[in-house]
């Protein structure tokens, strides 16, 4: 059985191991590269074998790059994972734009491959068109400097807004409204002032229960000015660049080039999409946002929109008020240990799976290490890195640290978020939930003989469906209850869930209309990149909302995925339009063992090895229907 990775135990060791574990596997890659170009006779499966082994080289190296550069306490350690995570970039762009490596590709038959194999091949010469090769030496060389330049004003981006907090300054009684622990951990200083940052734990609370809208303003205000000014030259660049290669590969712009190869198909569907969605979210967005409007009026009878700065704590206001859920009261029963307790064995019932603890050395202390055994043999090992520490990836995400290959290497998974470590949100552990669902991808999927199929491997604008269907579980009354205890070990009531169900109904159409705006944000700036990003943004905010802007603000600055995702933001609706189809099969409860057997091996476990439409109507029997979205969003 492969081994699963060991980390140093002597922090001091920690260069010498990205040496060894990322920069060794680059090397290996390399060489890989020159065997398939030395001219040796070669089968077609020979060739495709060592194709595979490049992939699995270079594939192991740059998931750790990544990993480490977003995730490691030392900061020289996650520079050099950076400059790393980079080498491995430019790797794989010289890779896609060598000539002579395609022509060695490109002389293979598929005669005689099976299925799994005929598919590899068809997709390495898809991507090595898709790379443009078969341009002249001049455009390829163009077009790798356009790759290289593009992946280092990526990571600069990610790096500004990982090392971007910022902080606010507030008097003790602008706290009001905030619970007591959240209260207990945020002391006044020498300055009589309390300090709060823009990292998650201290922000979200904080725009949920403060009663001083002024207070709320300003920490939401420095929200939206992360990484500004540092990310609007690059964004800008980056835009600028994306829009060169997709015209030099013969494009109509970067839109259309990227969902090639994705679900939807083609640039113009996602404007379609958005338009549909459009439709279908104005007018319950509007309700929802005027039913907020009127609240805030009784509170100040001058103000005249929400934004950003107000929904959340008003959404919460209405639902305890309205719906009779206190947010404050709900909180009592997350505590982050039985929480993620919970979310195991919740887990494990479902898919027949077992996660053992291990005691093993990580990059952090706070890093909690389980192996995942399907029954009695070890099929993967996940790592859980949830709370929040200077320097690290502030937001929430799945990453890869051993992409898994049959017989090869079991693959590793890590959970990365910001929760805090005592009483959460139950907003928390639906995002829980929902990162789960890309973890539990990655193992189960990741036992396949590709490194391209490998894990989370499907189409990008399905990889947030499993996730997204996962999210229900944080809403059943017997999961929740299977966990969620108060102080005096009482579970959380039944009656008490179906509040809270009814009132996650209120504002769905404000939620969907703000991720919407998103999406148009992500697709508009990469149709055409503007002249102006603050005017094109004001004006997808004028027309999608659903809230009010705040003045003299550059949310831009700090939206990671217009890095990440680029022009598929869309994919967060798109994936979501399916899960709540994939919800419709589990008609006898969602702990249903047996559709959660078949959905594990129908979805998850095939990863990429076939396409996402495919994996979706074996599962359900149908093609995917658009219905039980439409329905989620007008339930009353």
């Known amino acids: 059985m492969p081994a699963p990775t060991t980390f140093p135990a002597d922090p001091a060791t920690w260069p010498a191991f990205l040496a060894t574990s990322v920069d060794a596997g680059l090397d290996e890659g390399r060489a890989l590269i020159s065997r398939l170009k030395d001219g040796t006779p070669r089968t077609t499966s020979e060739v495709l074998e060592l194709w595979n082994d490049t992939d699995i080289a270079i594939g192991t190296a740059s998931a750790r790059a990544h990993l480490f550069a977003e995730v490691h306490p030392d900061a020289a350690v996650r520079e050099a994972a950076e400059a790393s995570a980079q080498a491995a970039e430019d790797l794989l762009t010289e890779r896609g734009l060598d000539h002579e490596l395609f022509e060695v590709l490109a002389a293979t038959d598929a005669a005689g491959l099976d299925a799994d194999a005929a598919r590899a091949r068809e997709h390495v010469l898809r991507d090595f068109r898709r790379s443009g090769v078969d341009r002249t030496p001049e455009e390829r060389e163009h077009l790798r400097a356009l790759a290289q330049r593009c992946t280092e004003i990526g990571l600069e981006f990610s790096r500004n807004i990982r090392d971007g907090v910022r902080t606010v300054h507030l008097r003790p009684e602008q706290l009001d409204g905030l619970p007591d622990d959240y209260r207990a951990e945020h002391p006044a200083g020498d300055d009589g002032l309390v300090a709060l940052t823009t990292e998650y734990p201290d922000m979200v609370p904080f725009r949920t229960y403060a009663h001083d809208p002024e207070a709320r303003l300003a920490l939401t205000r420095e929200y939206l000015l992360l990484a500004y000014p540092d990310n609007e030259p690059l964004l800008a660049e980056l835009l600028t660049l994306r829009a060169e290669r997709a015209a030099l590969l013969g494009y109509e712009d970067w839109p259309t080039y990227d969902t090639e190869v994705k679900m939807i198909g083609s640039g113009r569907a996602i404007a379609e999409f958005i338009e549909r969605l459009d439709g279908l979210t104005a007018g319950p967005a509007r309700s929802d946002v005027e039913t907020m409007l009127a609240r805030f009026r009784q509170d100040s009878p001058g103000a005249t929109a929400i934004t950003s700065a107000d929904n959340l704590y008003y959404d919460q206001v209405i639902r305890r008020e309205d719906y009779d859920v206190d947010s404050q009261a709900v909180r009592q029963y997350f505590r982050y240990p039985a929480v993620r307790n919970g979310v195991l064995d919740t887990i494990s019932r479902l898919f027949g799976l077992t996660f053992t603890p291990v005691n093993a050395a990580t990059w952090h202390e706070d890093v909690t290490v389980y192996d995942v055994e399907d029954e009695g043999a070890r099929i993967g090992r996940i790592y859980l890195d949830m709370h929040p520490r200077a320097g690290k990836f502030n937001?929430?995400?799945?990453?890869?640290?051993?992409?898994?290959?049959?017989?090869?290497?079991?693959?590793?998974?890590?959970?990365?978020?910001?929760?805090?470590?005592?009483l959460m949100e139950h907003d928390d552990v639906v995002t829980f939930f929902h990162e789960f669902g890309h973890l539990v991808h990655e193992i189960l999927g990741g036992h396949q003989s590709w490194a391209m199929f490998t894990g989370v491997a499907t189409e990008w604008d399905f990889v947030e469906a499993p996730s997204q269907l996962l999210e229900?579980?944080?809403?059943?009354t017997d999961v929740l209850q299977s966990f969620a205890t108060n102080d005096a070990g009482e579970p959380i009531p039944a009656d008490l869930v179906a509040r809270m169900r009814r009132a996650d109904t209120f504002a769905r159409g404000a939620w969907t209309r703000r991720q919407l705006n998103f999406t148009a944000l992500s697709y508009g700036l990469h149709a055409e990149a503007p002249a102006d990003l603050a005017a094109f943004t004001a004006a997808v905010d004028e027309r999608f909302g659903p809230y009010g802007s705040i003045p003299d603000t550059h949310q831009y600055a700090g939206f990671g995925h217009l890095e990440g995702y680029g022009s598929a933001y869309y994919t967060y609706l798109w994936s979501l339009v399916i899960a709540k189809d994939l919800r419709s099969a589990f008609t006898d409860g969602l702990m249903d063992p047996v559709v959660g057997r078949r959905y594990r091996d129908a979805i998850l476990a095939p990863g990429g090895s076939a396409d996402a439409a495919d994996l979706v109507e074996r599962f359900l029997g149908r093609p995917t229907s658009f219905e039980p979205f439409e329905d989620w969003l007008t339930e009353a």
């Open 395 to 422: 937001h929430a995400a799945q990453f890869s640290l051993t992409p898994g290959i049959q017989g090869r290497a079991l693959p590793e998974g890590v959970l990365v978020c910001n929760f805090p470590t005592g």
């Open 472 to 476: 229900e579980w944080a809403w059943d």
